[in-house]
Nanobody, 128 residues
Framework: QLQLVESGGGLVQPGGSLRLSCAAS????????IGWFRQAPGKEREGVSC????????KYTDSVKGRFTISRDNAKNAAYLQMNSLKPEDTAVYYC?????????????????????WGQGTQVTVSS
């Protein structure tokens, strides 16, 4: 069974940090770029960041640049999103997704319809 599972979400105060993990089972992430998306209540799913299959290329949406860092460890078949200086507007369900490495990262990064596999999501709440 091909599966992505996110973990690491929770409740954090403004200015705090969380590290989200995305673990793959049933397939190897080596052949896939990874994207992180988020969806707040009443809003559309938003692309946050993406990383190429080898980890050499990353992209971030403007609202998280300088605060979030995406990474991956193909030996562990996992990807991560380190989130620092969190703000209340970062509150959302966060999803990881995988897209074939044959796709151009610059084109697919923020396009949820382009991704092949999705996790179930993990809730991140930033509140005092």
């Amino acid at each position: 069974q091909l599966q992505l599972v996110e973990s690491g979400g929770g409740l954090v105060q403004p200015g705090g940090s969380l590290r989200l993990s995305c673990a793959a089972s049933g397939f190897t992430l080596d052949y896939y770029a990874i994207g992180w998306f988020r969806q707040a209540p009443g809003k559309e799913r938003e692309g946050v960041s993406c990383i190429s299959s080898g980890g050499g290329s990353t992209k971030y949406t403007d609202s998280v640049k300088g605060r979030f860092t995406i990474s991956r460890d193909n030996a562990k078949n996992a990807a991560y999103l380190q989130m620092n200086s969190l703000k209340p507007e970062d509150t959302a369900v966060y999803y990881c997704a995988a897209v074939s490495r044959s796709r151009l990262l610059g084109y697919v990064c923020y396009e949820p319809d382009e991704y092949d596999y999705w996790g179930q999501g993990t809730q991140v709440t930033v509140s005092s």
